[in-house]
């Protein structure tokens, strides 16, 4: 097997456009939320190579870390075809799915084995609230790359969503109620600890406006934090937060944070 050192898999991109444009093509009803997943992998896969680029990693760690991006929601597709619905709880947990399916059409078949197995741990691994302990360091950061790339792309979406940019759909804010009255005690004890907040607490959208803010905390390059506060995705979801209790104190110290006002 030769082993490839170059960043360049120009290869796989074209594979990866012509087997979602396959899976696109099976959409009967309505081919926009895939569409979407087309151009969410792009922007990761563009994020990624960033901030792989910005850190001193192995070729075989910047190959992995493109590797993971590009390929890290593959399993969206089948996931939606099948199941009609994005949420892992009602359907399969894609990270798992997105493996199986690496292997099912031998994708890194031409990779050596460091680079599969940090490729395929980065995928399993994208979508968990947390890393498992104990993984070898090495692969945690490619996993961390592609999760922080992952989480500035998503950002970009829900505040395009939140701002009334996008046309208004309750599954994407997970079907929570637009209720002010309604605050999940420990997704602002979070916020104002700094630590990220977890989906199992989310009542409102207001919590998952926090929680989105809360993401911060858990990005692990110095470059993911940069434009998580460039972009500016996050403290307009923030902003729109009520200034009052039981928001206003999460509201200003996460705006703070993020050094806006
Ligand atoms: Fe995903």
């Known amino acids: 097997m030769t082993k490839i050192f170059t960043n360049d898999i120009s290869f796989h991109e074209q594979w990866f456009l012509q087997y979602a444009a396959r899976e696109c093509a099976k959409e009967q009803e309505d081919p926009a939320p895939l569409d979407l997943k087309i151009r969410h992998t792009q922007t990761v896969f563009a994020i990624a190579r960033r901030i ?69 741990a980065a995928v399993g691994l994208h979508n968990r609230f947390a890393l498992p302990a104990g993984l070898p360091d090495k692969i945690c ?33 997970l079907n929570l109620p637009d209720e002010p009255a309604l605050c ?17 607490e989310l009542r409102s959208v207001n919590d ?20 998580f506060i460039e972009d500016g995705h996050a403290a307009r979801i923030l902003t729109a937060l009520p200034d009052a209790p039981p928001y206003g104190t999460a509201r200003k110290l996460l705006l703070k944070r993020l050094g806006a006002k």
């Open 52 to 120: 792989a680029a910005s850190v001193s990693f192995t070729p075989d760690q910047t190959r992995a870390c493109l590797l993971a991006a590009l390929y890290h929601d593959m399993a969206r597709f089948e996931q939606y075809l099948q199941y009609r619905t994005f949420k892992d709880k009602e359907s399969c947990n894609h990270g798992l799915l997105g493996v199986k399916i690496l292997k099912r059409e031998a994708r890194l078949a031409e990779e050596g084995a460091v680079v599969q197995r940090m490729v395929l």
């Open 141 to 173: 950061r490619v996993a961390h790359v592609v999760r922080d790339a992952d989480k500035l792309d998503i950002l970009r979406i829900m505040a395009e969503h939140l701002s009334g940019q996008a046309p208004y759909k309750p599954t994407v804010v």
């Open 184 to 200: 999940g005690a420990a997704v602002l004890k979070a916020a104002v600890e700094g630590r990220v907040a977890a989906y199992c």
């Open 208 to 227: 998952f406006r926090v929680l989105l803010g809360t993401w911060f905390f858990d990005l692990h390059f110095q470059s993911s934090r940069r434009q």
